[in-house]
């Protein structure tokens, strides 16, 4: 599969009668979303709020960060079995318009929703303070059920994400990125002597607000698959979750993932990237112990030489982490695992909940439980109305005047333990 | 600006009184420096001056320490410090131990930095380095003149808020402490680089070696349940409606002990769950799936158990870090025992 | 949790989920849960029938209580 990624630069977003973009601003027409967003009559009203770089704005609960785009060549189109009829994507022409943003927040689902500071101190913890963000702040119908809800919120994320990205569809990018995989014989025999890398990608399936979906279908119910690594880049997988803040991977992280896009950067110079192999982190032990059999099942058959695996969220999917390290070794190859790590506010407890001697060779994406303080912003756009409920929040934190104090796992993609930030912790 | 005061702690035989015929004499103080107080004042240079030491044999810290730290506690208040130094105790074990138990002790009681020196085999190294910084020696005395300035760096450091840095610019031995800070790459870049060299056979480097869970001994069965009081602990975050006493949805920092006494079940219109690491629908409607009052008030009524203790412990199990856990394990088992507790049985999600 | 209450000297029994998780950090007598979100039960298959489950996992429980054990050990329904 061969996908050409048009990056579209956004520098800036405003208000405008069409949605477009002009030499690098992003304009948008508010009513066009919320008429959206209003077709699903399980939403009550919809609000279209801008976050600009370096403003006093904070986000808060946020449920999702989509990145816009819109396929102009090849097969299918965003967000396949999600918002756009199920067929296999990756390939052709993808405009991105990178640098914008659209975030989904408003009355909490659950309590693992996050936060976004614009700026500020603890604006370096996520990518989301130097993007030009389209935020929609949702409000449900009353006693609306909370599975509804957090679909109805998904499904709107997604359907404005790709509406703005239409935007892009006749732009000159100002960069082109070829991305390819070749069908494994092939992409073998492309490389003969390069080392056959895998990327084991694990997906958090674990109930509500803990859901993520390949082509629509629910990762819970899925087994281990494999996936061209462009597929990813035109949505085939969203997210449903909130795991904890500073864990999830957005919908725009799986639009970036970044191991897939630094596995390509040296594709063919010193590795021959094979493809991703798709996995989930579900709720009993016989499903964590189905998965990352056939996990190792692949390693082996695809005769992969090394695989690096990332994992959503933490706590009982560290098993399955240990899980899929062990069986891949044990298939032959040679392993390095991306997490991030929870040894308490001052460092000192053990990192991770499950461990095994394989797992030597590990990238650290930070400690979450420290203690950051946030200073109070101008414009809350959502609600500060759940800061104490929400993961990394506790009584006290926050305090009238605005200002929070609060663990960093409270801020969306902190610690995300896919490696996209560079975020890490040390042994002192 | 006047000097920072410090005293400086040594046992018998760096205090010149003697070997271990005198390991057994009780604490005194002295005014000024003392045998290794000299190198030390010269390290601090001019920004700080020893100005008591105070001495203890080894043997005597260990037959009676509890008594040992309250007496020198007094003695080292009267000199007013900014800073107490502890040893060098190279590999000295006893020296190791006392200088680490002075050292904590004093950190905690008078709110001043700390610091030791010893050898990585000296047994005071495990034990308190997660609680204070210890310098790394060589394994003997001979290494004073070179442990002796880096303690005087690292305390002066502390002592002036100045921030420390990593065991190996500082030379004080791996204490165990997970530190943030912002590499110049991403994590996937960095992983990517390691596996690179891992499948080419290079050395790489872990960034978080695996953790280690210490045990404990099974204890013996216990003999006959049907005459033993049970209780029931969780860490599946059920609490009261409202979670009055507001344990954290993840990272908790506190337990709760809650009322069961006359109730057949824990019914959903009382009791919620407040964990953030699982899917609550299920639990939300029936709380006996974590906290099993339901079979267990039965199988009291049975006979079955000699009797349900009237409360369940609760805590929140995700992202609680281990030292949090243990601590109110340690807590709250007292109060089991107290209770006449025989049997715990302890859910998780 | 459970090392401490079996250090403090009183027995203890981990009904948990993720055995090894159990197993890694060393408790001594675990049974296994059904699933993270409904450990002791099923409710998917009615409430009679849940708390069947749920009365055999605590009995599975005190049984494990009684059982002499010299290192950890699962003790599967």
């Not at chain 1, 077709?39 to 986000?59: H, L, Q, T, Y």
């Not at chain 1, 399936?205 to 993520?212: A, I, N, R, W």
């Not at chain 2, 103080?29 to 105070?54: C, N």
């Not at chain 3, 055999?56 to 429980?61: K, M, N, R």
């Amino acid at each position: 599969m061969r996908l050409e990624l048009g990056k579209i630069k956004i520098t800036d977003v405003q208000p405008g009668e069409v949605t477009k973009v002009e030499n690098g601003t992003l304009f948008v027409n508010k009513q066009e979303l919320i008429d959206l967003a209003m077709k699903d009559d399980r939403i009550k009203g919809v609000k279209v709020e801008f976050a600009r770089p370096g403003e006093s704005v904070r986000i808060a609960p946020v449920k999702d960060v989509i990145e816009p785009r819109v396929k102009v060549s090849g097969t299918g189109a965003m967000f396949p079995g999600m918002i756009n009829k199920v067929k296999t994507v990756g390939s052709g022409r993808t405009h991105a318009l990178v640098g914008a943003n659209v975030i989904t927040c408003g009355k909490i689902v659950g309590f693992q929703e996050g936060i976004i500071d614009m700026s500020g101190p603890t604006a370096k913890y996520t990518p989301f303070s130097e993007t030009f963000n389209v935020c929609i702040v949702i409000e449900p119908v009353d006693n609306l059920e909370t599975h509804d809800y957090e679909q109805a919120a998904r499904l709107a994320g997604l359907k404005i994400g790709a509406l703005v990205g239409e935007a892009g569809r006749n732009v000159e990018p100002d960069e082109v990125v070829v991305y390819e995989t070749k069908p494994i014989a092939e992409q073998t025999a492309q490389y003969p002597n390069l080392p056959k890398v895998g990327y084991i990608h694990m997906l958090q399936s674990q109930g509500l607000l803990h859901d993520t979906f390949y082509y629509g279908v629910d990762a819970k119910q899925m087994v281990p698959t494999f996936m061209y690594p462009t597929e990813i880049m035109d949505g085939a997988i969203t997210s449903g979750n909130c795991v904890a803040p500073c864990d999830k991977v957005t919908t725009f992280h799986h639009l970036n993932n970044p191991v897939i896009e630094d596995l390509y950067k040296r594709h063919g110079k010193d590795l021959n990237f094979i493809g991703v192999i798709l996995t989930n982190e579900n709720v009993f032990l016989a499903d964590k112990e189905r998965s990352s059999d056939m996990v190792g099942k692949f390693v082996e058959f695809l005769g992969l030489d090394g695989v690096i695996i990332t994992e959503e969220g933490y706590g009982n999917p560290d098993t399955d982490l240990m899980m899929n390290c062990k069986k891949s070794t044990e298939a032959g190859a040679k392993v390095v695992l991306i997490t991030d790590e929870f040894p308490g506010r001052d460092g000192k407890s053990q990192s991770l909940a499950d461990a095994v001697p394989e797992a030597d060779t590990l990238v650290s994406c930070g400690n979450g439980n420290v203690i950051v303080e946030f200073p109070p912003m101008d414009k809350v756009i959502g609600t500060l109305d759940y800061v104490e409920t929400m993961i990394g929040g506790y009584e006290g934190s926050l305090r009238k005047d605005g200002s929070i104090e609060a663990e960093i796992q409270i801020i969306i993609a902190s610690t995300i333990a896919n490696g996209y930030n560079t975020l890490s912790a040390k042994m002192y | 600006m006047s000097k920072l005061r410090v005293v400086h702690y040594i046992n018998n035989f760096f205090a010149g009184v003697g070997g271990e015929e005198k390991a057994d004499i009780p604490p005194q103080a002295r005014d000024g420096v003392v045998g290794p107080g000299l190198a030390l004042s010269k390290a601090l240079g001019e920004e700080a001056e020893i100005v008591g030491t105070i001495i203890c044999g080894d043997s005597y810290f260990g037959e009676n320490t509890k008594s040992a730290k309250e007496e020198m506690l007094k003695l080292i208040e009267m000199y007013n410090p900014d800073i107490f130094v502890a040893g060098p105790a190279f590999n000295a074990g006893r020296y190791g131990f006392a200088c680490g138990e002075m050292a904590t002790f004093i950190e905690e009681e008078l709110q001043i930095p700390v610091v030791s020196a010893m050898y990585k085999e000296n047994p005071g190294v495990d034990m308190f380095k997660r609680d204070m910084h210890i310098i790394e020696t060589e394994i003997s005395a001979a290494d004073m003149r070179n442990a002796v300035p880096k303690m005087a760096k690292l305390v002066l450091k502390l002592a002036k808020g100045e921030e420390v840095g990593s065991p190996a610019e500082e030379g004080y031995h791996e204490r165990g402490i997970r530190v943030n800070y912002f590499h110049e790459k991403r994590g996937s870049e960095r992983g990517v680089g390691l596996l690179v060299k891992k499948m080419n056979g290079e050395e790489c480097v872990t960034e978080y070696p695996m953790p280690v869970f210490d045990r404990v001994d099974p204890l013996p069965a216990v003999a006959d349940i049907t005459k033993v009081k049970v209780a029931i602990v969780t860490s599946g975050g059920i609490v009261p409606q409202g979670n009055p006493d507001r344990i954290e949805s993840s990272s908790a920092t506190k337990y709760g002990i809650y009322d069961i006494s006359g109730m057949n079940d824990l019914s959903a219109d009382d009791f919620m769950t407040v964990h953030g690491g699982y899917d609550r629908a299920f639990v939300t409607e029936n709380p006996n799936l974590v906290v099993p009052l339901d079979v267990m008030r039965e199988m009291e009524q049975e006979g079955v158990i000699g009797e349900l203790a009237n409360y369940f412990v609760t805590t929140t199990g995700t992202g609680t870090s281990v030292g949090n856990a243990k601590g109110f394990g340690e807590h709250f088992a007292r109060k089991l025992v107290e209770d006449g507790v025989g049997a715990v049985i302890l859910t998780s999600t | 949790m459970v090392k401490e209450v079996e250090r403090a000297g009183i027995p203890v029994v981990h009904l948990a989920t993720v055995v090894p998780i159990s197993l890694t950090i060393g408790a001594n007598r675990i049974v296994p849960g059904i699933g993270i979100p409904y450990p002791l039960g099923d409710p998917t298959l009615g409430e009679v029938k849940s708390k069947k489950i749920r009365r055999s996992i605590v009995e599975q429980a005190l049984t494990a209580l009684q059982t002499e054990v010299d290192g950890q050990t699962v003790f599967e329904m």
